[in-house]
Nanobody, 128 residues
Framework: QVHVVESGGGLVQAGGSLRLSCAAS????????MGWFRQAPGKEREFVAA????????YYADSVKGRFTISRGNAENTVYLQMNSLKPEDTAVYYC?????????????????????WGQGTQVTVSS
């Protein structure tokens, strides 16, 4: 019913930049928020950034504040993640997710449980 597709991953040198894209589609689907999570080898999936569709409020993990920027695209249910000053520790599979619930509490936008549909992930590798 709902398709979520990420793109833009790849190999980049430390200090470089990369932009990830995500698009969610479905004829009956409407998104309240979209977010990015990542999972590094041997680690649990963690929250990276999120943006609410209405109002555009953004949330970031402390580890990426000042380096990553999430933004809404002109097309509906489309988001980007601009990643600057990349570090080797940013290496992970990055997942895009969308939430169909308009939560009023920040917590739900920063945890996996607040999202309904997920993409397949895109690999980001940062070399030293």
């Amino acid at each position: 019913q709902v398709h979520v597709v990420e793109s833009g991953g790849g190999l980049v040198q430390a200090g470089g930049s990369l932009r990830l894209s995500c698009a969610a589609s479905g004829r009956t689907f409407s998104s309240s928020a979209m977010g990015w999570f990542r999972q590094a080898p041997g680690k649990e999936r963690e929250f990276v950034a999120a943006v609410r569709w209405s109002g555009g409020s953004t949330y970031y993990a402390d580890s990426v504040k000042g380096r990553f920027t999430i933004s809404r695209g002109n097309a509906e249910n489309t988001v980007y993640l601009q990643m600057n000053s990349l570090k080797p520790e940013d290496t992970a599979v990055y997942y895009c997710a969308t939430s169909g619930t308009n939560y009023s509490v920040r917590y739900y936008y920063t945890t996996e449980g607040g999202y309904d549909y997920w993409g397949q992930g895109t690999q980001v590798t940062v070399s030293s």
